[in-house]
């Protein structure tokens, strides 16, 4: 059940939370596999770079409240700032689990930002009212539902095509019937689809896992409507990145051109040999 969290008897003005910060229907978590995210970002544009985690591991993309048939609240509180000593005391941790893909985003710039688009949300629910609670909530919640393991217990692994309805099947089994989401991103190269996240969700009173409702773009967004036919791609570490696969294809198209240039200067000049054999033969003759 979806409990609705009100926040009364406060005044906006006197509060300094906008009106956004006052509830939300549940709360998502986003569990990120980051060779895809990284793709989705260097595909955005030539000049982006990513920085992939040694540890072949699903990541923390977000942890939001969210409200439903609306848009997803940001920046309730810009005055709500994340607590220094605390980010330091969980650095491990979050380096490890909530680290920032883009090259040129620090780890402590992108928890800090997280905190002030989400965590200020987040804020006025008891369970998350603080730094601490927070991360600390998004990491237990990273671990109580593996993602890793969910999928490679069902032999899905990175490297493979697989079906919408087999990787929900998989997570929905594990979940024990609780409805998960889905996201999938297009690689511009291939035209094919990626997995890029899944989502849990909890309520914002007693932080339990929830059926996922109404999430926007739909409980498979970017994925194939054929959840039981058209397969999708979950990408290995060693996958090509798409500055990397488009650096791989020219220089392929080149070494291809190259060789049929060589073979068809190989062959015209015996055909002109040959020729001028034939006409050496004919004027003797």
Known sequence: MIFLFLICGLSLSGSGVSAKAHYSDHIILSHRWPVSECTEWMQSNVTHACNIPPVNDWIVGGFWPYRLNAEQPTYCNKSIHADEKVLIALMPELLRHWPSIRKKTANTTHWREEYLAHGSCAYTLPLFNSTAKYFNGTLHRLAEHNITDILAKANI?????????????????????????????????????????????????????????????????????????????????????????????????????????????FFGYKKYLEFRERRGYNSVS
């Open 157 to 265: 692994i990175p490297g493979y095509h697989y079906s919408v309805n087999r990787i929900l099947h998989a997570v929905q089994s594990a979940l024990k019937g609780i409805q998960p989401g889905m996201r999938c991103i297009t690689h511009k190269a291939t035209k094919g689809l990626m997995l890029r996240d899944i989502y849990t969700c909890y309520d914002n009173e007693d932080g339990s896992l929830i059926n996922c409702e109404e999430l926007k773009g739909g409980f498979f967004a970017g994925c194939s409507q054929s959840i039981d036919k058209e397969l999708i791609y979950y990408p290995s570490v060693e996958y090509p990145l798409p500055h990397k696969f488009s650096r791989a294809l020219i220089a392929f198209l080149i070494i291809l051109f190259g060789t049929l240039s060589f073979i068809g200067a």
